[in-house]
């Protein structure tokens, strides 16, 4: 059998993809992105350099076996990192033995909610965090992070956690400020600038230049060379890889319930950020992703972290547009990535604890500063109502915390959710022309309303909170029409299902209708309401049609049940 070229191409990158070279190569090239970015997360969440090595690690390598985008790459993430320390430095204070504890338990429990999302398939679960929002709280949180490494490139310490009373902080130190490690993240900054700059050269010559290892390389050389730690400019240090010894954190009771109330509002984010990176490279690429069995990988990459006391994870989007940039084809690019980053942790661990902390703050600044840009919002700013949630969702971070800047930024949008859906508008319809569609009176003045049938729509979906309003429209609709009515026509179209508050207003509606003796009619019933309601009405109320069928077929039936003589000429039209 001889196969296309093409299809012998797909089939070779499906199946046979741990023989490519290109993997290799994007593994390579991602490995001196990634390491650099897991230590400098770290030092975000105010954790050891090795928790941030662990949390790669475990991303990499269960991602690349559970996952199902071939781009993405999981690791720790900038978000993540300052929510963890918001929420350590809030219930563990200032015991670095316990906040380490409660990091762990953090990590873990976000995983075990994954798994729990996954299982229940809400692969659509950052559908209820709104887009101005969401990218309001990102916006905040990188001015957060950069404002927060102060501490690193001045060498001082601060624990307040209001960012305005951070920075009062900061200045009452000014005598204590180490210009030293000023300038080192300044000569750091321009360097890593300088590789930008390189990269963005209209030839792209230079658009795989690792700025950020080279500026590592730099600072390990500089650190040695000129004794910066004598200086007062502080290294790594000594990084404990402990791989032998997974626990579960021994933790109080309510330490679990806060840890599992603040991981709740951590997958939102990290999944929100994962998910978003992994169905724009989808869509690229017309690849197929599946949602839940990625909240799988998600979980189970940050469960591993957890018991080995690493950070938490999620497919960042820089690292995912870095491994695509680099030619990787299949998810065996993030596993070699792994081999390679343990390959380099066993061979120069020594020379990476020599990395000075205000280069790690450097290349922090400056990956933050990249995703300030105000043309993200540009889309957002055309109504009103979004240019407000997107201030009030960076002021909540930057004047609340982090914290309660998540919080508020999950619960305005659910607010926005609810009061989308608690909506209750009613449509009447009528022919437009001599067609069979029926539209809007409203928004089609020109269409004509049936003799003696009222047909109404409900513009939005019933449930619990909308339903006893649209029906009690329907009847002021019913009541205030100046034609005669025989036959009223619902149709539930927007409606998926029904819940038992729906089904209850639906009885009292048409014991209302039998008594003004006006038949009724349900039309366009998705099969999930025509089962609810056959099983729960249709022996109280027979007289009540119920019909999977269109407007223009119940109008038909309409007309039969007016006058049965007529039904085999009205059937016929």
């Excluded at 240019?387 to 969702?393: C, D, E, H, K, Y």
């Excluded at 971070?397 to 800047?405: D, E, N, P, R, S």
């Excluded at 009724?520 to 007289?543: F, Q, T």
Aim: glycine share 6%; net charge positive; aromatic share 8%.
């Amino acid at each position: 059998m001889n196969l296309p070229i093409d299809d012998i191409e797909k089939l070779k990158s499906k199946y046979v993809g741990f023989l490519n070279w290109q993997d290799i190569i994007a593994g390579l090239s991602i490995a001196g992105l990634l390491l650099p970015q897991a230590l400098a997360y770290s030092s975000i969440g105010n954790l050891p350099a090795q928790a941030g090595i662990i949390g790669l690690f475990a991303g990499l390598l269960c991602y690349g076996i559970f996952g199902s985008s071939r781009f993405a790459l999981v690791s720790p993430t900038s978000s993540s990192a300052v929510v963890l320390a918001a929420a350590t430095l809030s219930l563990g204070g200032d015991n670095p033995g316990y906040r380490l504890m409660l990091a762990s338990g953090l990590v873990a429990m976000t995983g075990l909610i994954f798994i729990i999302a996954a299982l229940t398939r809400m692969g659509n679960v950052t559908d209820f965090i709104a887009k101005p929002v969401l990218r309001g709280f990102t916006f905040g949180l990188a001015i957060v992070i950069i404002i927060k490494q102060l501490t690193t490139v001045l060498n001082i310490h601060s624990y307040k956690s209001n960012l305005f009373a951070f920075m009062v902080d900061i200045l009452k130190q000014a005598n204590l400020w180490n210009i030293g490690c000023l300038v080192t993240t300044v000569l750091a900054l321009i360097f890593l600038s300088l590789g930008e700059w390189l990269r963005r050269i209209k030839n792209g010559k230079y658009k795989n230049f690792p700025s950020g290892t080279l500026v590592i390389i730099l600072g390990i050389l500089a650190s040695k060379w000129f004794d910066l730690p004598s200086m007062d400019i502080p290294n790594v240090g000594l990084i404990q890889l402990n791989l032998n010894n997974p626990t579960i954190p021994d933790l109080p009771y309510s330490d679990w319930v806060q840890l599992f109330e603040i991981g709740v509002a951590l997958v939102f984010i990290l999944y929100a950020e994962s998910y978003g990176s992994i169905r724009s490279f989808a869509i690229k690429h017309h690849d197929t992703i599946y949602p839940n069995r990625d909240l799988f990988a998600l979980g189970i990459s940050n469960i591993v972290s957890g018991l080995f006391q690493g950070m938490p994870v999620g497919a960042g989007y820089s690292a995912t547009a870095a491994n695509e940039a680099y030619g990787a084809r299949t998810r065996i690019a993030g596993i070699a990535a792994m081999i390679i980053t343990f390959l380099i942790i066993l061979t120069v661990l020594p020379y990476i604890e020599w990395i000075p902390q205000p280069v790690l703050a450097a290349i922090v600044i400056f990956t933050m500063a990249t995703t300030l840009s105000l043309s993200s919002f540009r889309l957002y700013f055309t109504w009103k109502i979004d240019r407000a949630l997107i201030v009030l969702s960076v002021l909540a971070v930057l004047v609340l915390g982090v914290l309660q800047g998540l919080m508020i930024a999950i619960a305005i949008s659910l607010l926005i959710m609810l009061r989308q859906n608690s909506k209750s508008t009613v449509s009447v319809l009528g022919r437009l022309g001599q067609s069979h569609d029926f539209v809007s009176l409203t928004a089609f003045p020109e269409a004509q309303p049936v003799s003696g049938i009222l047909i109404v729509r409900p513009d939005q979906a019933m449930f619990f909170a909308n339903s006893d309003r649209i029906l009690v429209q329907v009847r002021d609709i019913i009541s205030s029409s100046k034609l005669p009515i025989h036959t009223v026509i619902l149709s539930l179209e927007q409606t998926p299902d029904l819940d038992a508050t729906t089904v209850e207003a639906l009885r009292d509606f048409f014991e209302n209708m039998k008594k003004e003796s006006k038949k009724l009619i349900l039309a366009r019933l998705k099969p999930p309401v025509h089962d609810v309601l056959l099983s729960a009405l249709s022996e109280e109320h027979p007289e009540v049609s119920l019909s999977r069928l269109s407007v223009e077929r119940a109008v038909r039936l309409a007309r039969i049940k007016e006058n049965p003589n007529r039904a085999a000429e009205t059937a016929l039209q």
